[in-house]
């Protein structure tokens, strides 16, 4: 878990706002903190009551990666007959990564990519 903010990968200046900022639409949210680089337009939620980041900053595109890996996984645990740990076990197996760097927060955009093909290759053969 960060203790500090969330570094900008092309290095600019981020801030702590709130999540009226990031989702006008979304109230449910207003009260919520976000770590925000402007420039960028990357931001990432912080763990409920505090200023520590889920994960690394996501510009536009990681935000659409992490979407469609989601879309991907989800099913695997939601319909798929496993639990959510299970599934997050053969991911990490699948991705070669340790269980604790299984995280969709904390991944590359590489990475994000490989969720979308492995789930979709292992829901292509039930």
């Not at 299984?102 to 292992?122: F, I, P, T, W, Y």
Request: proline content about 6%; some cysteine; charged content about 30%.
């Amino acid at each position: 878990m960060r203790t500090q903010p969330p570094e900008c990968e092309h290095g600019h200046k981020v801030i702590l706002v709130q999540g009226d900022r990031i989702y006008p639409h979304r109230p449910d949210l207003f009260n919520k903190n976000f770590w925000l680089c402007e420039r960028c337009d990357s931001y990432v939620g912080c763990h409920p009551g505090t200023t520590v980041s889920l994960g690394r900053l996501a510009d536009p595109q990681t935000r659409r990666l992490k979407q469609k890996a989601h879309e991907a996984f989800d099913p695997l645990w939601l319909r798929g007959g496993m639990t959510r740990s299970r599934a997050y076990a053969w991911l990490a197996k699948e991705l070669g990564l340790k269980p604790s760097q299984c995280h969709m927060g904390e991944m590359s955009d590489d990475n994000l990519r490989r969720v979308v093909e492995v789930c979709r290759a292992k829901s292509s053969r039930k």
